[in-house]
Nanobody
Framework: QVRLVESGGDLVQPGGSLRLSCAAS????????MNWYRQAPGKQRELVAL???????DYAESVKGRFSISRDNAKNMVYLQMNSLKPEDTAVYFC???????WGQGTQVTVSS
């Protein structure tokens, strides 16, 4: 059974930082591209960052230079370091193994003063 557990979301002031974590089980983690998505109220879910099995990374234009994705295959973990946070980063963040419909419960990030 596939399980994804996101954590690390919080309320943070603009300009602040957060580190999100995602623990995956039930998949051969090292073989998957891992994605971070986010969904803001009233908006569609959007891809924020991805990291390939070989370590290749890519980011949405809106977060380039501010967010950094990483993975630890030994621990079946993927991370999203978020710096210089803006109010428009407010959303529920989800991790997702590429080309699957597996989702966790998400973790809420709120950027507000």
């Amino acid at each position: 059974q596939v399980r994804l557990v996101e954590s690390g979301g919080d309320l943070v002031q603009p300009g602040g930082s957060l580190r999100l974590s995602c623990a995956a089980s039930g998949i051969i983690f090292s073989l998957y591209t891992m994605n971070w998505y986010r969904q803001a109220p009233g908006k569609q879910r959007e891809l924020v960052a991805l990291i390939g099995s070989s370590g290749y990374t890519d980011y949405a234009e809106s977060v380039k230079g501010r967010f950094s994705i990483s993975r630890d295959n030994a621990k079946n973990m993927v991370y999203l370091q978020m710096n210089s946070l803006k109010p428009e980063d407010t959303a529920v963040y989800f991790c997702n193994p590429g080309r699957t419909q597996y989702w966790g419960q998400g973790t809420q990030v709120t950027v507000s003063s």
